[in-house]
């Protein structure tokens, strides 16, 4: 897909079929999060890929039952690994850098989730202990995103959009 037309593709994805997504696709995913950009290239982060279906269930009890969590062929745990960032940049790198560079890499593996024809959307809304052990993460990795994946099983409506020069300034 044409990158503009992925832009326009993308959309929060919540329903999925119950279907398991071939490992060459996932590949493809995992290298797309890795080709993210990073602070000083340190990839402060790091991906859980949760494809067991008693780790996925636990994984949506510690989501508050969301059930897009719970229908996911897989889930993508992406955690902030603020060690990795904070040995170059210090406190800034601990508290700041390695939270961007998750979030970041998970953009990229939900963009790239729609590149391969395949739906995801980014959770944030979770118990990070919980998710802390079901994936049996250290206590130096924080969980900061879920992305559950999967063939879309709906059409998500359109959202809308604050008018760019509502958002944008030209100082
Ligand atoms: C940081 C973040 C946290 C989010 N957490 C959740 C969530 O917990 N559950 C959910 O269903 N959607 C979640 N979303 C998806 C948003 O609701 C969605 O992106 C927004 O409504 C815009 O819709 P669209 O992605 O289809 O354009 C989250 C998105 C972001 C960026």
Not at 28 to 47: F, I
């Amino acid at each position: 897909m044409e990158f503009f037309d992925v832009i326009q593709a993308r959309k929060s994805v919540r329903r999925f079929k119950n279907q398991k997504i071939a490992s060459d696709l996932i590949t493809r995913l995992l290298e797309a999060v890795r080709s993210a950009p990073t602070a000083g290239n340190l990839q402060a982060y790091h991906v859980y890929l949760v494809e067991k279906p008693e780790m996925i269930r636990a994984l949506a009890g510690a989501a508050y039952d969301q059930e897009c969590v719970a229908q996911a062929a897989a889930v993508l745990v992406f955690c902030a690994d603020g060690e990795r960032s904070r040995i170059k940049y210090k406190e800034r790198g601990l508290t700041l850098y390695c939270l961007q560079d998750t979030t970041i890499a998970a953009t990229f593996g939900h963009l790239a989730a729609t590149a391969l024809g395949l739906g995801s959307v980014l959770v944030g809304a979770f118990k990070e202990n919980e998710v802390s052990l079901v994936i049996d993460a250290p206590p130096s990795q924080r969980p900061l995103l879920l992305l559950p994946v999967g063939y879309s099983d709906e059409i998500p409506a359109a959202t809308g959009r604050r008018a760019l020069d509502e958002l944008v300034t030209r100082p």
